[in-house]
């Protein structure tokens, strides 16, 4: 804070009569890529801030490469400072198309919006402003309050994580068994037909139960109970899917791994690895190559990964796991490393 810079993830909370908001400022630069990494994680929309007097640097690149790393598919970039540029269509051009350009190399971006703003002055931040006469797009808050974001949840693959078994064994609930947790993905109604993970056994939904009473369906990302026709031995981490419709299954895990731990990540380390509501030991049995996220170059022939460095690496997991790939769904492909000894989180991944 002295130095004026942003170090740790900053929340903050508001709403407008269309929306309710949750921003997470991150910080820029480089030896804080892990808590970017934290704030983008569960992020609808990042906006990338851009002065207008400095263009296109690699902290843009760098932030707009996570973004797209952890499928962020909604992005404004707020060209601030215009009011130092005297408003100058032409500025606001030159840093539009270089982005653009540099844009073109992701995949994961379905939307760009870029705004020129003044932060300082309101312009284009709340109401479009008169000194951009020239631009003809949203104001800021206008964007986020109309932006569809609904395209990060997957309700196609039915994915259930049970976390908790519910026996109450109690007068009331004397033969009550239930799976609580939260939907990862899909939708499940009473009577659908599931089929329990790893096990194999095939059933159906009983009932959904939640905190406002019973419901005729569940959907991500909603926590709720659900309640089985057969009894099933059933545990934490187990997972509850549809009959043609089940996640990958395995202990060869490809994953981009964003490292956390001022110690080194190193080949043939051991950790442990939490995926949804699993725990296991894993070993790192290979390291790929390293990303440049400034230039996005790969760097191959690498032994370690230093704090804050990202790439990709093969697992081997102790027992199989229940994924998919981050690509199709957040939840199940995504997960931590745990340094057993100190029981700090040492990295996240995101399975390819």
């Known amino acids: 804070?002295?130095?004026?810079?942003?170090?740790?993830?900053?929340?903050?909370?508001?709403?407008?009569?269309?929306?309710?908001?949750?921003?997470?400022?991150?910080?820029?630069?480089?030896?804080?890529?892990?808590?970017?990494?934290?704030?983008?994680?569960?992020?609808?929309?990042?906006?990338?801030?851009?002065?207008?007097?400095?263009?296109?640097?690699?902290?843009?690149?760098?932030?707009?490469?996570?973004?797209?790393?952890?499928?962020?598919?909604?992005?404004?970039?707020?060209?601030?400072?215009?009011?130092?540029?005297?408003?100058?269509?032409?500025?606001?051009?030159?840093?539009?198309?270089?982005?653009?350009?540099?844009?073109?190399?992701?995949?994961?971006?379905?939307?760009?919006?870029?705004?020129?703003?003044?932060?300082?002055?309101?312009?284009?931040?709340?109401?479009?402003?008169?000194?951009?006469?020239?631009?003809?797009?949203?104001?800021?808050?206008?964007?986020?309050?109309?932006?569809?974001?609904?395209?990060?949840?997957?309700?196609?693959?039915?994915?259930?994580?049970?976390?908790?078994?519910?026996?109450?064994?109690?007068?009331?609930?004397?033969d009550f068994r239930g799976y609580a947790g939260r939907v990862a993905g899909g939708v499940f109604k009473p009577g659908d037909e599931v089929t329990v993970l790893p096990s194999g056994f095939s059933t159906r939904v009983k009932g959904i139960h939640s905190a406002e009473g019973e419901k005729s369906e569940a959907f991500s990302p909603q926590s709720v109970c659900l309640t089985l026709e057969d009894e099933i031995d059933l545990s934490r981490g187990d997972m509850i899917a549809k009959p043609n419709n089940q996640p990958m299954i395995g202990q060869d895990i490809d994953a981009m791994l964003c490292w956390f731990s001022r110690s080194p990540m190193r080949g043939r380390g051991k950790y442990i690895l939490r995926h949804t509501t699993r725990e296991t030991k894993a070993i790192v049995q290979e390291i790929r190559y390293q990303v440049d996220i400034n230039t996005l170059h790969k760097i191959e022939e690498v032994d370690s990964f230093q704090l804050n460095e990202i790439g990709r690496v093969k697992l081997r997991t102790a027992v199989p796991l229940l994924h998919d790939a981050y690509r199709r769904n957040r939840h199940t492909g995504s997960f931590i490393l745990i340094d057993p000894g100190t029981n700090e989180t040492v990295g996240a991944g995101m399975i390819l």
Not at 39 to 45: E, I, K, M, R, V
Not at 141 to 163: K, S, T
């Open 1 to 174: 804070w002295e130095q004026g810079i942003t170090i740790d993830v900053a929340y903050r909370y508001f709403a407008t009569p269309k929306r309710k908001f949750i921003i997470a400022d991150t910080p820029g630069h480089i030896q804080y890529t892990r808590n970017m990494v934290t704030g983008a994680s569960t992020a609808n929309l990042a906006i990338i801030l851009i002065d207008a007097r400095k263009g296109v640097i690699e902290q843009t690149k760098r932030h707009s490469f996570i973004a797209n790393l952890l499928r962020i598919q909604q992005v404004v970039v707020a060209v601030n400072k215009m009011d130092l540029v005297d408003y100058s269509e032409e500025v606001y051009d030159r840093i539009v198309k270089e982005y653009e350009a540099f844009a073109s190399r992701l995949d994961s971006i379905v939307g760009i919006q870029t705004i020129p703003i003044s932060a300082l002055e309101g312009d284009n931040v709340v109401d479009r402003s008169e000194k951009t006469p020239w631009y003809e797009g949203p104001s800021l808050l206008y964007h986020l309050e109309n932006v569809y974001i609904g395209g990060e949840e997957n309700h196609v693959d039915p994915r259930f994580p049970v976390q908790w078994v519910i026996r109450p064994q109690s007068e009331q609930w004397h």
